[in-house]
């Protein structure tokens, strides 16, 4: 098979547009269904129909509206939620944006239960597992067909990277493991391809403290107008084109993903995985930490137990 259905949940907001623009650029895209429950949906999908791609772009407005957009997809892509303010932490963002993954996912239950989930909303490291969970009381949980998108973290990691080193960030491996909040965010730098060009360890722990504070660093440069959303855009869009790609049959379609995991103690945990037919293929695990990048390890692991126990509460509440 080489087309594809994707939706989009939460199409007509700051990351989704940008998304869905992204997306309905991908030759592996044919339908593309953009659901929201903003007014302008409608019209976004007219807009983005326009574009001489192959993509048939449908809009989708409202609840009543949401199964016909589910049906038949391959992939849904989750940016649905309300967003970050100044001064707001991602989990601020909980009930919220916990009972919008809720639905949707019952919904994908019902509609689509062999699509693969992209959840972006956040708290990312809680909504996986309420997604996860969701599944589990509809019957038709699949691990491999959940994941938490967390590649904005290594396209930071690697631009960054980039920067210090004078070389097209796009030639930069760099895996980023964890989750996708604070000091959950851990850029493994000892295995950065090329080798990062920093001198001392200070140097080290100043650009992981970049890496995992840079959407407060986008929150508080964008004052009161949101949180990361073009980045978001396009780091969804890779993910869900390596996901396609996957599908497809493609080999050795490598990505970082939030996901679960039976690697640490955490149920859920991200780090490199091999994208297939069915969704997650293999997870490759995450190689040989030094002393600094365990004590992040050490460090994120009760953070990511607390963040995931709220999402499993909230799902069996
Ligand atoms: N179903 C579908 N869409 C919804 C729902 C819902 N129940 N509730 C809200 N939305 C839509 C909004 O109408 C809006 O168009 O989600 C969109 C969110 O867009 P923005 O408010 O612009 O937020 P954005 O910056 O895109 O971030 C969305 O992604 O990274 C995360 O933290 C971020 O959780 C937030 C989400």
Same mark, same amino acid.
């Given at each position: 098979?080489?087309?594809?259905?994707?939706?989009?949940?939460?199409?007509?907001?700051?990351?989704?547009?940008?998304?869905?623009?992204?997306?309905?650029?991908?030759?592996?895209?044919?339908?593309?269904?953009?659901?929201?429950?903003?007014?302008?949906?409608?019209?976004? %999908?007219?807009?983005?129909?326009?574009?001489?791609?192959?993509?048939? +772009?449908?809009?989708?407005?409202?609840?009543?509206?949401?199964?016909?957009? &589910?049906? %038949?997809?391959?992939?849904?892509? &989750?940016?649905?939620? +309300?967003?970050?303010?100044?001064?707001?932490?991602?989990?601020?963002?909980?009930?919220?944006?916990?009972? &919008?993954?809720?639905?949707?996912?019952?919904?994908?239950?019902?509609?689509?239960?062999?699509? &693969?989930?992209?959840?972006?909303?956040?708290?990312?490291?809680?909504?996986?597992?309420?997604?996860?969970?969701?599944?589990?009381?509809? %019957? +038709?949980?699949?691990?491999?067909?959940?994941?938490?998108?967390?590649? /904005?973290?290594?396209?930071?990691?690697?631009?960054?990277?980039?920067?210090?080193?004078?070389?097209?960030?796009?030639?930069?491996?760099?895996?980023?493991?964890?989750?996708? =909040?604070?000091?959950?965010?851990?850029?493994?730098? =000892?295995?950065?391809?090329?080798?990062?060009?920093?001198?001392?360890?200070?140097?080290?722990?100043?650009?992981?403290?970049?890496?995992?504070?840079?959407?407060?660093? +986008?929150?508080?440069?964008?004052?009161?107008?949101?949180?990361?959303?073009?980045?978001?855009?396009?780091?969804?869009?890779?993910?869900?084109?390596?996901?396609?790609?996957?599908?497809?049959?493609? =080999?050795?379609?490598?990505?970082?993903?939030?996901?679960?995991?039976?690697?640490?103690?955490?149920?859920?945990?991200?780090?490199?995985?091999?994208?297939?037919?069915?969704?997650?293929?293999?997870? /490759?695990?995450?190689?040989?930490?030094?002393?600094?990048?365990?004590? *992040?390890?050490?460090?994120?692991?009760?953070?990511? *137990?607390?963040?995931?126990?709220? %999402?499993?509460?909230?799902?069996?509440?």
């Amino acid at each position: 098979q080489m087309n594809y259905k994707v939706v989009v949940a939460g199409a007509a907001g700051g990351i989704g547009q940008p998304l869905a623009l992204l997306l309905k650029q991908n030759p592996l895209v044919t339908r593309l269904a953009l659901y929201d429950i903003a007014p302008v949906t409608p019209g976004v %999908g007219v807009d983005l129909s326009h574009m001489d791609t192959p993509a048939k +772009v449908t809009g989708h407005k409202g609840p009543e509206e949401l199964p016909a957009a &589910i049906k %038949g997809a391959d992939v849904v892509v &989750i940016p649905a939620g +309300v967003p970050r303010k100044p001064g707001m932490t991602r989990d601020d963002l909980f009930n919220t944006n916990a009972s &919008i993954v809720r639905d949707l996912a019952a919904c994908v239950a019902q509609n689509a239960p062999k699509a &693969i989930m992209a959840i972006i909303t956040n708290p990312v490291n809680s909504m996986v597992p309420i997604a996860s969970e969701v599944m589990k009381k509809a %019957g +038709v949980y699949d691990p491999a067909r959940i994941l938490g998108v967390t590649t /904005l973290d290594v396209v930071r990691a690697a631009a960054f990277i980039g920067e210090i080193n004078g070389v097209d960030p796009r030639s930069v491996t760099i895996p980023v493991i964890g989750g996708h =909040s604070g000091v959950t965010i851990i850029p493994l730098l =000892s295995q950065s391809q090329p080798a990062v060009k920093l001198s001392d360890q200070e140097k080290i722990k100043a650009l992981t403290q970049r890496i995992q504070e840079a959407g407060t660093e +986008v929150v508080k440069a964008k004052a009161g107008g949101g949180s990361a959303t073009l980045s978001m855009a396009y780091a969804g869009a890779r993910l869900t084109g390596s996901v396609l790609r996957g599908l497809k049959g493609e =080999s050795n379609v490598v990505e970082c993903a939030y996901i679960k995991s039976d690697l640490t103690e955490s149920p859920y945990f991200a780090n490199p995985v091999v994208l297939g037919p069915n969704g997650v293929a293999k997870n /490759l695990g995450y190689g040989q930490l030094n002393n600094y990048e365990q004590q *992040l390890l050490k460090e994120a692991i009760p953070e990511l *137990l607390k963040n995931i126990k709220t %999402g499993v509460d909230f799902a069996n509440k």
